[in-house]
């Protein structure tokens, strides 16, 4: 049986090679628009990324010993989200030993 390759979802579907062959000619310049102080002050700045959350986590250090830290990571990839998650129900409600 013959499998094809799924393409991929982010294809630019260019050329990449022949774009970057290109080598621009004094002549293209002159095609290129008069860039105007009408057109900067149309200029909108957008910047990428996820927008900001109202809620950001904050970052801590928590010293445990290597055993637990080890037990985590082999639960697999999200431990430390899955270990977020944990901490948040709170405190167990087992009872404690007798000392």
């Given at each position: 049986m013959i499998v094809s390759k799924l393409a991929s979802r982010r294809t630019l579907g260019s050329d990449l090679k022949r774009v970057d062959s290109h080598v621009i000619k004094p002549h293209?310049?002159?095609?290129?628009?008069?860039?105007t102080e009408d057109m900067l002050a149309r200029a909108t700045l957008r910047k990428g990324g996820r927008p900001k959350s109202e809620n950001p986590r904050q970052?801590?250090?928590?010293?445990?010993?290597?055993?637990?830290?080890?037990?985590?990571?082999?639960?697999?990839?999200?431990?430390?989200?899955?270990?977020?998650?944990?901490?948040?129900?709170?405190?167990?409600?087992?009872?404690?030993?007798?000392?």
């Open positions: 293209e310049y002159k095609e290129l628009p008069e860039l970052m801590i250090s928590l010293r445990s010993p290597p055993d637990v830290i080890e037990r985590w990571k082999a639960t697999g990839p999200g431990w430390q989200t899955r270990m977020a998650e944990k901490l948040a129900k709170g405190p167990s409600t087992r009872a404690k030993r007798a000392a």
